[in-house]
């Protein structure tokens, strides 16, 4: 196989996108195929990168695959002035979906997507044809951050553990709680998240994200809405070896606020776009058939 750098890789990336002004920020979107769209939300500490693979499977299958680069991360601007919270960057995407031209759409949320994600959906409910939900919270009161990233909601000790997110360290945490098996996928596309997370501010956006949470009851009962009593279809799929946000807790809790007959288990950890992104796709296309025969 050809030798490829870092740098390479993130222009190739970024070659595949395109960029656009929202809300006066200028912002980065991986935009594939045609037909009905499939809009994405990735979380942290990734970007539009982690679904570039589904994207291109979601193109194929006659879909229009659309991830936006969340303020502070990846390929978008890193406003010091903006409000890093999860309601704002509801908006921020419902802005987005305008900008792209996107009426209707199936959503998928991953990650702080998730929570993201709902609010976006129970804020749009009449735009959304159906909600995917990969490894993700809904209880945003009663949720615990992943031990790996507790420390970033401390001053001081969150930007020590950014400042030791390096290549080697980030390729360890890639391979022990990212994926199960990280063999098909070259070193320097797994050191593409360092250099796309850190850019320009050095991460300085990403530890305001993660200080930011809303854990308020309020937004729990948002979120809430984007799954119960909803007139689109929804599912769950999980990663079911992600030892952060375990099947067990917040899979089961998914199924149960949303009353749905099962999640699909697949083997894969946290980052499962990586490994499973033929089935994540396959399981996307199959709900929005489902979803043209209940209309």
Known sequence: MEQVTVEEIIE???SAGKFLMVNNIRTFALDYGSGEAVFCIHGVPTSSFLYRKVLQELAAKSFRGICVDLPGLGLTERPTDFDYSFPNFARFL???AAELGIEKYHLVVHDIGGPIGFALAA???????????????IDVVNFQKPLPMRPFEKPVLGEAELMAIQHP???WMFNNMGVVDAEGIIKEEIYAYVDLLKR???GAAFLKIMRNFDQSEAYRELCLRAVQQVLYPVQAIWGAEDDGLKYERYGLEIKEAASLPEVFQFKAKHLL???QWKEIAEKIVLLARKQRVSD
């Open 123 to 137: 804020e749009n409910k009449e735009r959304i044809l159906s909600l995917t939900i990969l490894n993700t919270w």
């Open 200 to 202: 320009e501010d050095n």
């Open 169 to 171: 360290s980030w390729y």
């Open 273 to 275: 776009q990586e490994e």
């Open 12 to 14: 190739k990336h970024k």
């Open 94 to 96: 419902a802005q987005a």
